[in-house]
């Protein structure tokens, strides 16, 4: 059986690996506070081109959207998210649990929201003489890619944005696949962009190659202080924060962040491009890692005796999209396997 | 310089490494539904002749303690602990930061707690008329061994939790630096007895010989259901669970988990052994992996050229017990060459 | 001016008023435990034909809603509500501020859920393997009647309470202005009825005569412990406990209580028909005391001239639905007033 | 039975009452923003001098402290109170139900913390090089009289804010009982110069002659942003407003508010007089309306034939200090016959 549900299912890349092996028995300042992870956030101030930015390394992904949503709300404010959104959708009330409503927006059929739909939320709350019977919507969260494997383009980040800051609250990017949507030959953003794009945002490493670790970017001035008190608090702050440091110094070593998504999305844009000779449509265009191809029942159902993968939208009583996630680690003899399996089935 | 700051200074033990190493480029199911997880959970039900306990891997102790204690507490119920104890001293309010309060016991110089205080803080919050007024006590936190490196003898394990029975709630044992209190030649409590002392408790793979991760055992039934929902929450669920897994597949192998504990137990013994024959006193008597020697501030600065140590408390004027934590990694050379560095400074 | 903007814009009955006068500088037990609360307490459970139930005197209706739902659920436990519930509009966030997600369900246009729907979102859960990336759907809150004023028949709440209990979990009822719907003339709910028909519910003392006052009970035996804990702590105790529990024994005597209900039921009523006449349609169909007519904007602009009133839902570039609550102190002859206001405004 | 157990045992003063039925039927809007609210909150602003102050009418103290504490602090942040302070022992763990911790100062025997203490906190907080690993002490919680009923003087008062502003963190005043602080003959403070001794504090209705409700100040800018957001999350946004706002007009009229805290206080000093004729000693000296005689068991069983009071403090086998809190409504024959009943037992 090979697996496509997701791009977590192997440990991590070699380079990962014998990165971690280069240090054994070595000392290091706990909690973040050593000279790798020193050079690691060096590291990635100059790949963004800006030393103002704070950089912190946490152990996954639902804790940097937990940590970084609390740390920027005050009590009674609240976070716009798509309704597809993985912290509305996946992380099992984490950011309720630490007291925020989040303001669901329908996206389109993509995932990605629109500056306009955040005129129109802030719009309507500011407008209300009750507003404070509603939660003040405060800051703004989208994924890029979306969990349809959409990506924003410069001037869809760019518009919302601006929006933000026309209404004077945060723009925080999930980036559990940053990488993959850097990668992506339809982006338009480089790396460095994103001190100008967003105030808070995060470079995942746990689908991209690492074992384990985010990256969470802080650009705003505003929301940097006694950052380490709320890593802290939510148990988020790891003993051996080298451990996670070390393995996105292998990770930025000749770009691998980005080779790796590239392979991923090439990989992902292949099997597109084979199925699509075949007449397989899909429910929404490839962009990154994740595609969603329409299969008929009977094809899933063989295809399940070789493979695993996610269904994840009922399209009628015969057919189904379902999800392939590729991996960093997959290869291109798995990919020519599958596309010859949905070939003899179809 | 050598830290004796802490036992997390370096990276893992080489098994662990390799054990990782061993696996790369396999798939595994995410979130620790894999067969790696399943079969150390089940390695670890042997080493406690138990089948019937819930196990979990979190990644790192903070985290695991705001979980498990936020899981058995109703909003209104608060956690008995030591005043040193690490919940309610060194988890910049992780605990509060779930909604409950830490009611505070004053230990004996050791740190450890006893049955009796347990009893006369129930008694006298259920023999209030208005006790609604104040968080009802609800559980009992103990870590073994203490912050002050003491550790529990199975008589003092027993009545606590004999009175935690008596009153009706839970004994979670903070297991941190459990292997080493496991392996004291002052112990006799044997890993397998704990399943009978207390209702959950954790043995700490971070501070002994682990990257990372802790390993929470789940005793009591009352405590079992949905608790996957609570890690998940708190963004504890790691997508590669069978990362920690394997690192304890490791640390279990051949008990390495023991030996690692002993080596560093005998590395401090050996300390205080040399020491006192110099006449040097200690704040608490060794009984793991943390020692506290009083010395003399000209003494302590000399040493600070050489060594890095926390100072602990200050005895008077001239004295100040310091704390030296001796690493599963600490080898014999560095003992020797620091009771020398004492000995020639004295 | 005369406002319909709300049932809660004049002091309280004047019976209210001398019950709380009768009792002046007479000494009673603070935090309600006093005779008084004993006494009502044992009049409502009189009038529910049930010795059983626990009863509550509360300040105000979300201090009730977040007590009563954050104590019953656990932490990563949602609770379901109607997309217009009171909860999820008007609250400021203050369930979540507890740490709980509201899911919302769409009802149809009178804001009432069926039991159908509760059935759909539990099973989807519950058949996911993935479930415990999700809150967890855990109890039902309505409304009786709902922010339309629409009610619930007894055969759709007995529909929802089973659905309820399929499911194993508790149903709350917010009953703000359950008087209203108990008195309302499609109602074939008696107030004892509710003991079957949920686990916990309110009757609302504000908008129905008191100066202020909630009267919780607590049906279910399960969420009866400990709760004058929750009250406490979420600062719902209040000393004068008696303060309100004599208001509801004025609002008990000769059920007043549903006699202002089905005063303020009459007069909505009786607009509705009036202004039928005059080929006004209506948002709604009309159950309880608020009634949305549905007016041209220069007809709205007139009544403004002398009337409070919210715009409820525009309907078109010339029409819109305007909400009318009309109180238990509201008189006939304003009500004819402003029939005839729109009368020769039309 | 007479109860000195507390002074929230009768409903209102008079006046109260016949100011709130003044305006019955009339009608006002809701939430706090009719006139009648408008107008008072101009009369504290007259009374105390300053125009600047935000001023909100809350339900009771729990409630007060709850929103206010929870507004200040940010989730990393904790609050200093002596361990004797109400949000300490009598609040069921609310402050830390919304997340925080309370960092508690032993004070001396009279219930008041020092300016040291405070600077004590602070400074061994921020050279910590791990501060981070504990709660950021961040504001400070008294109150006026302190559970002991001693008073701060205007220098301590000045020490403490003073002390705060060096540290940059606000200073609140409890003041359930702050008319007779300032009502006291031991005060030196006038109402007006609290607007310069700290950054928020509420004086106390409920335990001053009104049924219920608390009025709140807010004095330092930082706070006031979006308030009224904080008290409808928690609760404590009441829809007739009015209701309180209207008790504290009764209140201020002629400085009723203070009479009644002279006449408690007197009446306190009166027994502490007589009883000390009878070297009768106290736990603490007379400040406000509690007294704490030290009698002996004998005595106390045979009062207790007669009044309602509660053990406060057990000082050997014989003797115990007992609480005896003065209400506004306690009348001089009563206190009278109290004494007599001291001196015949005696």
């Known amino acids: 059986m090979y697996s496509f549900r997701n791009d977590y299912s192997e440990l991590c890349h070699e380079k990962v690996l014998s990165k971690l092996a280069s240090i054994n028995r070595k000392q290091f300042d706990g909690y973040g506070e050593d ?51 993985h912290i509305a959708t996946h992380e099992a009330g984490a950011i309720e649990s630490t007291g925020h409503k989040i303001i669901t927006l329908k996206p389109n059929n993509t995932g990605k929201i629109k500056a306009s739909q955040i005129s129109q939320i802030m719009d309507n709350h500011f407008k209300d003489e009750a507003r404070e019977h509603t939660p003040q919507p405060a800051m703004v969260y989208i994924s890029n890619p979306t969990e349809f494997g959409s990506i924003y383009k410069y001037k869809e980040l760019k518009e919302i944005k601006e929006e933000c800051e026309k209404n004077n609250i945060p723009l925080y990017i999930d980036g559990a696949r940053l990488s993959q949507a850097l990668a992506s030959e339809k982006s338009d953003i480089k790396f460095s962009d994103l001190v100008n794009l967003c105030d808070m945002f ?40 080298f451990s996670i440091a ?69 399209i009628d009583e015969n057919y189904c999209a379902i999800r392939l996630c590729i991996s960093w680690a997959t290869e291109k003899d798995i990919i020519k396997e599958f596309i010859n399996d949905v070939k003899i089935n179809i």
């Open 35 to 85: 000279e790798i992870t020193l050079k690691v956030k060096n590291k990635i101030k100059s790949l963004l081109n800006n030393n103002n930015v704070d950089v912190y390394f946490i152990s996954g992904g639902t804790q940097t959207n937990l940590v970084s949503i609390s740390s920027i709300l005050k009590p009674y404010q609240a976070v716009l998210s798509a309704d597809s959104g």
């Open 202 to 241: 995060y470079l995942g490493g746990t689908k991209n190659g690492a074992i384990f670790g985010e990256c969470l970017v802080v650009i705003n001035d505003n929301y940097k202080k006694d950052f380490r008190y709320n890593l802290k608090q939510k148990g988020a702050l790891m003993a051996k924060g």
């Open 246 to 314: 070390l393995q996105f110094e292998a990770l930025f070593e000749n770009n691998l962040f980005l080779e790796l998504g590239k392979k991923a999305n090439y990989n992902a844009k292949y099997i597109v491009e084979e199925l699509t000779k075949m007449n397989i449509p899909f429910l929404v265009e490839q962009e990154s890692n994740q595609i969603f191809p329409i299969l008929n029942n009977t094809l899933i159902d063989k295809l399940r005796e070789k493979y695993l993968f996610y269904n994840w939208q009922v």
